[in-house]
């Protein structure tokens, strides 16, 4: 292998154990990305990790055991809809920033943005996180399918032992949505808070996502604070953001306020 190049250097990114259980591709592409702007050593290890921590990392509240998730998983009852299952994927959720802030609406939130398609019956969770957790929240039919994916393998495997556990028909799969869009085609694609972090590794993703992805709906969404909490006129910025993106296209979309949230229902 060349000592030098995209491959020598994402396996140096990934020896920091934050780092090592992301998608490789993701890591080689950010990799090739540092040396193509002329950066060697520790600068370009340093680049690629930044931009791991930006679009990845940043997410984290803590870190997650997963070990130990999976053996409170294994304890719980196999019911999707028990209090017990209720209050361990609430638990899970607020490890991640952008669940975290979902918690306060999540019935409203899945109910009211869901209702004109309800009941649904596949969902595609585009940089999924740990949203798959909120499934008993969101009004599915009883067989429906759910395919998830981010790039975070370890909590991939934790939301792929939640759908064997609780007997629901999902994959999960690991995914750089920057550089291949899924072909699955389902009723909904979920792309939930994720368009202004794919924005920070290639500024065009946003519109290229919702052209490519194989759903008749999909459900776009924003956040109304940044990470650090500050609402410096977010809502409105990527309001117009949004309409400004899809101005060319004869989309139908539904708009949806929420306390943390702005989201659209779009339906080609
Ligand atoms: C703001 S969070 C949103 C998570 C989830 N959709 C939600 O609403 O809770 C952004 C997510 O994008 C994922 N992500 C970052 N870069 C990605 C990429 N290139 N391909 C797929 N997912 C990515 C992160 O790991 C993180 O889970």
């Known amino acids: 292998m060349d000592k030098t190049g995209p491959q ?4 140096q990114v990934m020896t920091n154990p934050k780092y090592k259980t992301i ?4 890591v080689v592409r950010l990799s090739h ?7 060697t050593g520790k600068a370009a290890v340093k680049y690629v990790r930044n931009k791991l921590h930006q679009v990845g990392g940043a997410y984290f509240k803590q870190t997650i055991d997963y070990a130990a998730e999976q053996s409170q998983l294994a304890q719980l009852p196999t019911d999707l809809h028990s209090d017990q299952v209720a209050a361990f994927c609430q638990k899970t959720m607020r490890s991640h920033a952008s669940t975290a802030e979902r918690l306060p609406i999540l019935a409203e939130f ?8 309800a009941p649904v019956t596949s969902v595609l969770d585009l940089a999924c996180g ?7 929240w969101m009004p599915l039919s009883g067989s429906a399918q759910y395919f998830a994916c981010d790039i975070y393998l370890d909590m991939l495997g934790l ?4 759908f064997i556990h609780v007997n629901l028909d999902g994959k999960t799969s690991a995914c750089d949505l920057v550089s291949a869009i899924p072909i699955q085609e389902v009723q909904v694609a979920f792309l939930l808070k994720s368009i202004p972090c794919l924005e920070q590794m290639d500024k065009r993703i946003g519109l290229r996502l919702l052209e490519g992805i194989q759903a008749q709906h999909i459900l776009v969404s ?7 909490g500050k609402n410096k006129g ?11 993106m899809i101005k060319d296209k004869s989309w139908r979309v539904r708009e949806f306020h929420f306390k943390t949230e702005l989201a659209f229902l779009v339906s080609k």
């Not at 990305?33 to 950066?39: K, N, W, Y």
């Open 8 to 11: 020598a250097l994402a396996q």
């Open 23 to 26: 998608v490789n591709s993701l």
């Open 33 to 39: 990305e540092a040396i193509s702007i002329g950066l």
């Open 110 to 117: 899945f109910q009211t943005c869901l209702a004109p398609i």
């Open 130 to 136: 740990l949203n798959p957790l909120a499934i008993p």
């Open 159 to 162: 939301i792929e032992s939640f």
């Open 222 to 228: 924003f956040p109304v604070h940044s990470l650090g």
């Open 234 to 244: 977010m809502q409105e910025f990527y309001g117009e953001h949004f309409t400004e």
